[in-house]
Nanobody, 119 residues
């Protein structure tokens, strides 16, 4: 299972750090991704990282503000979100699969953690 946590309510310009911890499985050999879904919108790609953290890819909307990282010893992936904007408000999901940006490349999904950014 993938357990996402760290969401919450924050003012615009603030920061949050999301975590995605894997239990009952080892994710160190897989790419990991973060996606988000706002009400009434489709789930969209946010960031992904390859198995050893050597490659990272970001959506244009978060580039320069968000940083994805991983600690394979802890079986955990992180998403550091800085300079948050109201349009970042969404339910954030972590996923395990291949390194990429297409959600069809990811096979296992966490339950999501809510991020709300107030203006």
């Amino acid at each position: 299972q993938l357990q996402a946590s760290g969401g919450g309510l924050v003012q615009a310009g603030g920061s949050l750090r999301l975590s995605c911890a894997a239990s009952e499985r080892t994710v160190s050999s897989y790419g990991m991704g973060w996606f988000r879904q706002a009400p009434g919108k489709e789930r969209e790609f946010v960031a992904s990282i390859n198995w050893n953290g050597g490659s990272r890819y970001y959506a244009d909307s978060v580039k320069g503000r968000f940083t994805v990282s991983r600690d394979n010893a802890k079986n955990t992936v992180y998403l550091q979100m800085n300079s948050l904007k109201p349009e970042d408000t969404a339910l954030y999901y972590c996923a395990e699969g291949q390194y990429g940006y297409d959600r069809r490349m990811f096979d296992y999904w966490g339950q999501g953690t809510q991020v709300t950014v107030s203006s």
